[in-house]
């Protein structure tokens, strides 16, 4: 489905953990907008959209928590659980984000700016977009 997992590289010592984050070196997007989301309720989901153009790096940079991803085709649920663990989300991917720990901090790195026009939120329309972007590609 397009989707890989990265694993980040640690700088350790006997201060802790250090995990450098760079444009085109660790990730191969410029990284554009950083966002987190924590605090999530217990049984609550986030996601349950896809985007048209938008790349993105998501990990759990504390706690944990679920993805369930689909292509259109094919659906996988990965769990996140390490700050150096990283899925690569490449746009048109539907994404469901579910069973947060209490202390779950999402980090998302994006290959955009915030656009509301760039989201599809409609499933249907979303199939419909797979179907029409992979008979042409
Ligand atoms: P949304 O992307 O739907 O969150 P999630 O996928 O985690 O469920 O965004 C929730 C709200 O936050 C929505 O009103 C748009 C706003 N938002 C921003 O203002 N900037 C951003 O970078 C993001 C990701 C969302």
């Known amino acids: ?32 907008r950083i966002y987190m989301i924590y605090d999530v309720p217990t049984g609550a989901e986030r996601g ?12 759990a940079a504390a706690g944990s928590f ?13 769990h996140l659980n390490s700050p150096t663990e990283g899925l690569l989300l490449p746009r048109l991917v539907w994404r469901e984000m579910f069973a947060f720990s209490p202390d779950a901090v999402c980090l998302v790195l994006a290959s955009e700016l915030y ?5 599809i939120r409609d499933y249907g329309e979303f199939q419909q977009l797979v179907k029409h972007h992979n008979s042409i590609s």
Not at 5 to 32: A, E, K
Not at 115 to 119: G, H, I, R, V
């Open 66 to 78: 679920s993805v369930r991803l689909d292509d259109g085709t094919r659906r996988h649920t990965y």
């Open 115 to 119: 656009s509301a026009e760039d989201y």
């Open 48 to 59: 349950g959209h896809a985007h048209k153009e938008l790349t993105q790096l998501i990990l």
């Open 1 to 32: 489905m397009g989707v890989s997992t990265v694993t980040l590289s640690i700088v350790h010592d006997l201060r802790g953990n250090l995990v450098p984050i760079q444009s085109q070196r660790d990730i191969p997007f410029d990284i554009r």
